[in-house]
């Protein structure tokens, strides 16, 4: 069975840290593009970061460049998402995806969804 697994979440100061996980099972995240999304309560989801695991691209929406940085561990099949600095407006559920294969980080579309995780960040 093919199956996400998002985890690391959890409540944090403003300016703290976390990482989140995001487990592969069921099948390899090797050519494949995985994008983090977030979506807070009464906005819309957003892309926050993807890595194309082909050849190691990846991409940060505007708002957490410099502060987020997301990798690729092959034997683990797993991509985390390194979350430094974070804000108040970074709250929201964290959910990751996967394209592919052979799919890089411009797709619009993922087949393949994991459930989120709650970050919360108090100011």
């Known amino acids: 069975e093919v199956q996400l697994q998002a985890s690391g979440g959890g409540l944090v100061q403003a300016g703290g840290s976390l990482r989140l996980s995001c487990a592969a099972s069921?099948?390899?995240?090797?050519?494949?593009?995985i994008g983090w999304f977030r979506q807070a309560p009464g906005k819309e989801r957003e892309l926050v970061s993807c890595?194309?695991?082909?050849?190691?691209?990846?991409r940060f929406a505007d708002s957490v460049k410099g502060r987020f940085t997301i990798s690729y561990e092959n034997p683990k099949n797993t991509v985390f998402l390194q979350m430094i600095s974070l804000k108040p407006e970074d709250a929201a559920v964290y959910y990751c995806?996967?394209?592919?294969?052979?799919?890089?980080?411009?797709?619009?579309?993922?087949?393949?969804w994991g459930r989120g995780t709650q970050v919360t960040v108090s100011s």
């Open positions: 069921g099948f390899s995240l090797d050519t494949y593009a």
């Open positions: 995806a996967a394209e592919g294969p052979y799919t890089g980080c411009l797709t619009e579309s993922y087949a393949y």
């Open positions: 890595i194309s695991t082909t050849d190691g691209t990846t």
